[in-house]
């Protein structure tokens, strides 16, 4: 299979902590997203990393990722109730415009 | 914009029966992504179009399953017959031209077939 996976399966936090979510995949890519899913709704873009990049940041995300490893980390800083959401690595091992989804994280940041 | 729209919502049919479900991107878009959901195997893709022509549909299942997009705005996907086992949530997704490769969702149409 080309997914991701996601590790770990389910998280559980405090409002105000930091989620760290990760993926792994097995060939190599072009770029890796990551996008949420609230729950009963698409899933929406987050942040895209490129092969030739170590870390982004957007807000209060920080994507990490390690080539050499084959995997990527996505950290939520200052969690908040609204968080709560399945998270999901995409990544493109092609040269064309399709990516495939890893199995997702479950994230429930408690009030 | 009102983002990629998806019909119907949600479909219960009968095996056995033809199911059509129905996406129209967003105006500008050059990609359309057909994707199944299930707690076993996850998001799937199934078929994706660039400029209204087919590009991989090694996703689709079987040959019961056909995508189509007759024009920019329009994009089908028919299961005939359909199967209990082909239960999902199914989501059309399109994409401005390369470089950007975000992916915009539609809300989805959740298949139930009894």
């Given at each position: ?16 902590e930091n989620a760290t979510m990760n993926c792994s995949y097995k ?85 | 914009?009102?983002g990629v729209i998806q019909s119907p919502r949600h479909e219960v ?56 997009m007759p024009n920019a705005s329009f994009s089908t996907l028919k ?36």
């Open positions: 299979s080309q997914q991701g996976e996601e590790d770990p399966q389910a998280l559980s936090i405090q409002e105000g060939t190599s890519i072009n770029n890796l997203q990551w996008y949420r899913q609230n729950s009963g709704r698409g899933l929406v873009h987050l942040i895209l990393i490129r092969s030739n990049e170590r870390e982004k940041h957007s807000g209060r995300l920080r994507v990490t990722l390690d080539t050499s490893k084959k995997s990527s980390s996505l950290l939520i800083t200052a969690s908040r109730a609204a968080d709560t959401a399945s998270y999901f690595c995409a990544t493109d091992p092609n040269t064309g415009n399709q990516f495939y989804f890893g199995t997702g994280t479950s994230l429930t940041v408690i009030p | 914009d009102a049919t009968e095996m056995g029966q033809e199911v059509t479900l129905r996406c129209k991107p967003i105006s500008g878009h050059d990609y359309l992504f057909w994707y199944r959901q299930t707690m076993m195997r996850g998001l799937e893709l199934l078929i994706y179009f660039n400029n209204n022509v087919p590009i991989d549909d090694s996703g689709m299942p079987e040959d019961r399953f056909s995508a189509k299961i005939q017959p359909s199967e209990p086992r082909d239960s999902a949530v199914y989501f059309c997704a399109s994409s401005p031209p390369p470089g950007s490769y975000e992916q915009y969702f539609g809300p989805g149409t959740r298949l139930t077939v009894t």
